[in-house]
């Protein structure tokens, strides 16, 4: 698969992130239902077991609606490995993904060139998130295919550096395909990406709001509610720096302006403080002002795409 012309292809060039617990096969179909690449963590699917069910559905429904909509084909889905050594199922997940030859597979926190071989021995494309430089210069060289530049701004474990200098850095060295993370909520945030010189954005707190969306209706009416001011910055909850609602911070009995670093170290993706992240402790972007009300995921992306078209127009008419 060739990223760079798989984006002018979509209605509009659009990965939505995997996001932890939320993602599930029905927000995925969705997604690429409507237009844009749907993926999961891997680790979503619990038991491990569980992931070859998710695959199966996602494959033959996706078939299933090219079949019956051959004008407009649903866009690839992607699945999310953490490549952590925290993680022990990364063997076993990865077996499934070349099983059934997932499109487009996406690692976090740690690039692996075994994991990147095993995807390109049936064509497969491979995008690590990044939030520097120096991870983005290891990503490619261990052979990953492209890039996820997560800038400030973006919702759960995210970089400190703005997307301007991010994506402008990285094009000074590679040319191959860029997504951008960070406060992606609009089309015209959209085309924004597409003018810095990333070939997609990469959009996950909207989805959280979306009907489809495996999130608990406090959660998803937060996001609604919300704007950037009410996102904090912090280690605590699994020892990377991410993006959380204030709001859930503070309901967990928590004071979100005195808040203790954590050990990286003792990193484990679910406890810090006695409390569950990402289950208690909300990620989000900053982003979601922009996000007014729950929508199913077809008419989020089509407004996506609607104020796309609008955003370049008024560029070509400037």
Same mark, same amino acid.
């Given at each position: 698969?060739?990223?760079k012309?798989?984006?002018?292809?979509?209605?509009?060039?659009?990965?939505?992130?995997?996001?932890?617990?939320i993602?599930?096969p %029905?927000?995925?179909?969705? !997604?690429c239902?409507?237009?844009?690449?749907?993926?999961?963590?891997?680790?979503?699917?619990?038991?491990?077991e569980?992931?070859? !069910?998710?695959?199966?559905r996602?494959?033959?429904?996706?078939?299933?609606?090219?079949?019956?909509? &051959?004008?407009?084909?649903?866009?690839?889905?992607?699945?999310? !490995?953490?490549?952590? #050594?925290s993680?022990?199922?990364?063997?076993?997940?990865?077996?499934?993904?070349v099983?059934? *030859?997932?499109?487009?597979v996406?690692?976090?926190?740690?690039?692996?060139?075994?994991?990147?071989?095993?995807?390109?021995?049936?064509?497969?494309?491979?995008?690590?998130d990044?939030?520097?430089?120096s991870?983005?210069? #290891?990503?490619?060289?261990?052979?990953?295919?492209?890039?996820?530049?997560v800038?400030?701004?973006?919702?759960?474990?995210?970089?400190?550096?703005? &997307?301007?200098?991010?994506?402008?850095?990285t094009? *000074?060295?590679?040319?191959? &395909?860029?997504?951008?993370?960070?406060?992606?909520?609009?089309?015209?945030?959209?085309?924004?990406?597409?003018?810095?010189?990333?070939?997609?954005?990469?959009?996950?707190?909207?989805?959280?709001?979306?009907?489809?969306a495996?999130?608990?209706?406090?959660?998803? *009416?937060?996001?609604?509610?919300?704007?950037?001011?009410?996102?904090?910055?912090?280690?605590?909850?699994?020892?990377?720096?991410?993006?959380?609602?204030? *709001?859930?911070?503070?309901?967990?009995?928590l004071?979100?302006?005195?808040?203790?670093q954590?050990d990286?170290? #003792?990193?484990?993706?679910?406890?810090?403080?006695?409390?569950?992240?990402?289950? %208690?402790?909300?990620?989000?972007?900053?982003?979601?002002?922009?996000?007014? #009300?729950?929508?199913p995921?077809?008419?989020?992306v089509? !407004?996506?795409?609607?104020?796309?078209? %609008?955003?370049?127009?008024?560029?070509?008419a400037?």
């Open positions: 698969m060739n990223l012309e798989l984006a002018p292809s979509l209605p509009i060039p659009v990965i939505a992130s995997p996001l932890f617990i993602s599930n %029905d927000l995925v179909i969705a !997604q239902q409507a237009g844009v690449v749907g993926s999961f963590p891997a680790l979503n699917a619990r038991p491990a569980l992931l070859e !069910q998710w695959l199966v996602i494959t033959s429904e996706l078939a299933a609606w090219d079949r019956e909509h &051959p004008d407009r084909p649903a866009a690839p889905f992607a699945v999310n !490995q953490i490549v952590h #050594k993680n022990d199922r990364v063997e076993h997940d990865l077996a499934l993904c099983k059934y *030859q997932v499109p487009i996406i690692t976090s926190l740690g690039a692996r060139t075994d994991v990147n071989d095993a995807i390109h021995s049936y064509g497969g494309v491979v995008l690590h990044v939030i520097n430089q991870f983005a210069h #290891k990503a490619i060289e261990k052979g990953a295919d492209g890039l996820i530049l800038a400030a701004g973006a919702g759960g474990h995210a970089g400190a550096i703005s &997307p301007f200098a991010l994506v402008e850095e094009r *000074q060295w590679f040319d191959g &395909p860029l997504a951008l993370a960070g406060a992606i909520a609009t089309g015209g945030a959209v085309l924004a990406a597409r003018a810095l010189g990333a070939d997609f954005a990469y959009i996950g707190s909207p989805f959280i709001a979306t009907r489809e495996n999130a608990v209706e406090a959660y998803k *009416q937060a996001i609604v509610a919300a704007g950037a001011e009410d996102i904090i910055y912090t280690d605590l909850f699994t020892g990377v720096h991410g993006n959380y609602l204030r *709001q859930s911070v503070v309901n967990a009995g004071d979100p302006d005195h808040l203790p954590s990286p170290s #003792k990193m484990n993706f679910g406890s810090g403080a006695g409390i569950k992240a990402w289950r %208690d402790i909300w990620g989000a972007g900053q982003g979601i002002g922009a996000v007014h #009300k729950e929508t995921v077809a008419d989020y089509a !407004q996506l795409v609607s104020q796309y078209r %609008d955003a370049q127009g008024r560029v070509a400037a």
